[in-house]
């Protein structure tokens, strides 16, 4: 049932992203909801988990969306990778802690992004994409990041999805 219920809200979230939230741009900027539920799901379920979660809604969006097949399955793995090793470190009951991973998190999809674009010969500015992209996204996802996660939060401790917090 874990399965099921996780893939349908990444499949409900990305139908949300792609059609809903169209509407909802900021200075022309999405807010990452697939990236906010990859770190949540991160800090909740750990490393391994949240990097299968990661590559499943990256591959999601690879698919429907991408330019370069497999890059952000690729980002959103290594991000649920690394914020799930930090699982038992970190309290889960804190307002803040979801808000601080998806901020730092936004950053750092953004810079690995960049990256890959610099080895596919992709030419961007990295400063206007800072300043224009990266700073707003951060925000926006910062700021929807604590009502995504009190749902997520809620969502794990029914009966049939489970999973240990402290």
């Known amino acids: 049932m874990r399965i099921f219920a996780v ?14 939230l169209q509407h909802f741009r900021v200075f022309g900027i999405l807010p990452n909801t697939a990236l906010i539920l990859v770190v949540h799901f991160s800090i909740l379920w750990g490393k391994n988990r949240g990097a299968l979660i990661g590559f499943f809604a990256g591959l999601l969006q690879d698919i429907f969306l991408g330019n370069v097949f497999g890059v952000n ?18 309290f889960k009951d804190n307002p803040l802690t979801p808000v601080l991973f998806t901020v730092l998190s936004t950053a ?3 810079l690995f992004l960049f990256s890959l674009m610099y080895i596919y010969q ?3 500015d990295f400063l206007p994409l800072l ?6 996204e ?3 996802n910062g700021l929807l990041s ?7 939060y809620e969502f794990i401790k029914l009966p049939y ?6």
């Open 7 to 20: 893939s349908m809200i990444l499949i409900t979230n990305f139908l949300l992203q792609s059609t809903l």
């Open 73 to 90: 399955a690729l980002i959103y793995m290594l991000l649920g990778y690394n914020i799930g090793m930090l699982e038992k470190a970190i």
């Open 108 to 110: 750092i999809y953004h």
């Open 122 to 124: 992709i030419r961007t």
């Open 131 to 136: 300043r224009n992209v990266i700073l707003i």
């Open 138 to 140: 951060a925000v926006y």
């Open 146 to 152: 604590p009502f995504i996660y009190k749902r997520l």
């Open 161 to 166: 999805i489970k999973v240990k917090t402290r």
